[in-house]
Structure formats: C-alpha cells, structure tokens
C-alpha cells in the first residue's frame, strides 16, 4: 500500500512538472518578422512579398483562427521555409496569427 502511495504521488507531481507554457504571440511576432516576413506579409491585409506565400490573416483564416491547427501546420514539414521551428516557436507564430482574426 506504501509503494501505491508513492507512485501515485509521483505521478501527481509529474503530472504539474509538465511544460504548462503558454503560447506568446508577442513572441510569436517577433519571430514572424525574423524568420516569415521575407516571403510571408504579416500583418493584416498586406499584400506577401512572394506570389506563392499567402499572408498571415489569409493562413488564419484557412484554419479558423485556430491556434493549434496552425502551429501543427507550421512545425510540419514546409520545404520553402527558411527555418525549422520547434514546437513552442511554431506555437508562439500560431498565437500571433491567431490574434489577427478581425
């Protein structure tokens, strides 16, 4: 009974040791215009420097504002991307994105 009590309480405290970040879209900002901003328009109703990269409201709006969606497809493969972001980076761009729902 000993033992059970204690893997329960280990469990319990792994459990609140996991990554509780929240996204920043703040942060995601910054990072759109070091790393996005060169194909991709970033701001609201801009028009992209590359034909074949859509602006950021028009990724938002593909995927329903959603920020998870979007961080999936952003962390997902993107052969014309000039970097590889990971999972909180992609998460932080989605949160910005996200935040240009009108």
Same mark, same amino acid.
């Given at each position: 009974? %000993?033992?059970?009590? #204690?893997?329960?309480?280990? #469990? +319990?405290?792994?459990?609140? !040791? *996991? =990554?509780?970040?929240?996204? =920043?879209?703040? @942060?995601? @900002?910054? #990072? ?17 420097? +590359?034909? =074949?990269?859509?602006? /950021?409201?028009?990724?938002?709006? %593909?995927?329903? /504002?959603?920020?998870?969606?979007? !961080?999936? +497809? ?5 052969? %014309?991307?000039? /970097?590889?972001? @990971?999972?909180?980076?992609? !998460? ?6 996200? *935040?240009? @729902?009108?």
């Amino acid at each position: 009974m %000993k033992r059970c009590s #204690l893997v329960m309480a280990t #469990l +319990v405290v792994a459990g609140m !040791a *996991t =990554d509780a970040r929240a996204a =920043d879209a703040s @942060r995601g @900002r910054s #990072l759109a215009q070091d790393h996005c901003a060169s194909c991709h328009s970033i701001a609201p109703r801009a028009r992209s420097e +590359v034909a =074949d990269a859509p602006p /950021f409201d028009v990724i938002g709006r %593909k995927y329903g /504002f959603d920020a998870d969606r979007i !961080a999936h +497809v952003i962390a997902g493969p993107h052969p %014309k991307m000039n /970097f590889s972001p @990971r999972a909180a980076a992609a !998460a932080d761009i989605a949160a910005y994105i996200a *935040t240009l @729902r009108n």
